[in-house]
């Protein structure tokens, strides 16, 4: 689990077999999908190496939250793949089951990021987006890695 984030935001991993179980909390249904994408790329490397030089758009679109979070991630995924690159930080607004991200990031320089493992892809195991009563929400999957 993070600590260095604002109150009400985090991020944590949870165990998956041979996979990562990948989870954002926050206030906002959006706070946790940006947190939920910290926590992917945490599984790769260690976030305070990793400089937000570069930007990086995309937009996602689903009836379902929960199919929403998995295509936002993919999306990810797929940029980091074909790009080359590390993200560190993410900015997220959705409206009517579209979601548009922002993500900053850097290429990857394995001397400098050590990356742990390859993410190579959202999947639908353990996909939850959920809202308690007192408006903490969370977004979680497991990612293949």
């Known amino acids: 689990m993070n600590a260095s984030v604002p109150y009400g935001r985090r991020w944590e991993h949870f165990e998956h077999m041979a996979d990562m179980g990948v989870r954002g ?3 906002s249904r959006e706070a946790a ?5 910290l926590a ?5 490397t260690d ?3 990793v400089q937000p030089k570069i930007l990086v758009e995309v937009d996602c679109a689903a009836n379902e939250d929960e199919f929403l979070l998995v295509d936002w991630l993919n999306a990810l995924i ?5 790009r080359r ?3 560190s930080k993410f900015a997220v607004s959705i409206s009517d089951g579209h979601l548009h991200g922002r993500a900053w990031g850097e290429t990857a320089d394995p001397a400098r990021h050590h ?9 639908l195991t353990e996909l939850k ?3 308690t009563s007192d408006g903490i929400w969370t977004a979680q999957c497991v990612v293949d890695v």
């Not at 999908?33 to 994408?37: I, L, Q, R």
């Not at 797929?78 to 074909?82: F, R």
């Not at 990356?115 to 999947?123: H, I």
Request: glycine share 8%.
């Open 78 to 82: 797929g940029e980091m793949s074909a």
């Open 129 to 131: 987006v959920t809202k």
């Open 25 to 27: 909390i926050g206030p």
């Open 40 to 44: 992917m790329c945490a599984t790769i």
């Open 85 to 87: 690159l590390i993200f």
């Open 115 to 123: 990356p742990a493992v390859e993410v190579k892809g959202a999947t």
């Open 33 to 37: 999908f940006e947190e939920a994408a």
């Open 47 to 49: 976030l305070a190496l």
